[in-house]
């Protein structure tokens, strides 16, 4: 829907010269994707990105819906906001402010009513317009854009930039899928993101070579639901994620592929495959299964059991048996006993995790999740969640703990803590420090893990060649 409100104060800026944008991004990995693609998107249109809201002509909060209180947050910032508008007006300046994301398509015109000083609101699937949004913006109109347009947003997109894509580091983040058709009941993303659709190969292939020829060693390919992923091959037929990873296992000198976040019941045969064929593919899967209770599942819309779950776990372990999984949580989802949750402790138990992410329950108007009765207490979830969180946390220690004495290779791809120190990541997505030179980064290293610290593994260059490529 696109929609115009009429604006009661006419700014008084100009068209023309440099231009300053500042992008706030909260919630999953593809809003950091998409605020960077805004990013690319706007230099056409002459901006620049500054890192400072109180600095910039323009400022978007790329926003998320995923829990409660996301748009509670939205609207204090822009609160904030207006204040830091007021300020730079006082001094002749101005400032324009927009909403995107989840929380702009989910609320639409509303923002406009309790945030008046919004100047246009763009959903996820129409931010490729923001230059011609902003335009209208300045015209005594608010625009309102949450359509699902026809066309294609990533063809209307500017390939990235190479000079933002080496700032930005080695690890870069590709969205390939968007949208989700599973209708679990407690999930906004089918209402937010609408429908699954899957970028073309051919557009995937491309953008990964640019990012490659700029120095991107990591792609992390993005989905709400990615291994859904059915786009269109160059033979014209529909390829899977286990196809699109072979294909871009093939580009030099990409090192590292990973996706995320993939449902169990569309880990096809192809996917496995490629863990067990493709040593760029990193070992490591977040596989989020919610809940161990197959009572809860099943009123969850997970169309999977526990077991299924585990089965499915050994045959990836099968295929690539260094595998290390991550998953999500959510504790007090309506009617959980404490049956069901000690259900879910059992299948932690029985995956053994290396990192997990665990929620309450929170009801997300609209969902049907929302409208159940049983609702569990807030008290009880906290209990739930402590324990939870307790177990995961031991088994993610017992792994780091496991990895001293071990070399393992590290993609450096930051400064470290501490002057003379860079730091990178695993394959399995740890953090690590390391005594070396700020050159390295942006290359794979062999690293001996020496020590464990509170937030990430140290360790010393490793005489011994890296295993992954190294271009
Ligand atoms: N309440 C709590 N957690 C939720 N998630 C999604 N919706 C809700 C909700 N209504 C969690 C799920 C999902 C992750 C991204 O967020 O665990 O996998
Ligand atoms: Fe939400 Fe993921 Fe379920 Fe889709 S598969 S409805 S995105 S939790």
Redesign the pocket.
Known sequence: MISDETQTKKLPQGDTGTKTVFIKSYG?QMNVYDSQRMADKLSTAGYVETSEAEDADLVILNTCH???KAAEKVYSELGRLRVARDERRRTGGDMQIAVAGCVAQAEGEEILRRAPAVDLVVGPQTYHRLPDLIARARQRTKPVDTEFPVEDKFAALPAPRREATLARGPSAFVTVQEGCDKFCT???VPYTRGAETSRSVAGIVAEVERLAAAGVREISLLGQNVNAYHGEGPDGRSWTLGMLLNRLARIEPVVRLRYT?SHPRDMDDSLIEAHRDLPALMPFLHL?V?SGSDRILDVMNRKHTSADYLRLIDRIRTARPDMAFSS???VGFPGETEEDFEATLRLIEAVSYVSA?S??????PG?P?ARMGDQVEESVKARRLARLQALAEGQQRDFNQDRIGRTMDVLFDRKGKRPGQIAGRSPFLQAVQVEADETRIGTVASVEITAMGAWSLHGVLSDMPAREAVA
């Open positions: 999953c995923i829990r409660e407690f999930c906004v976040t989020p919610q999500d949580f959510i992410y929620f309450k329950y929170s009801p997300r969902t999740g």
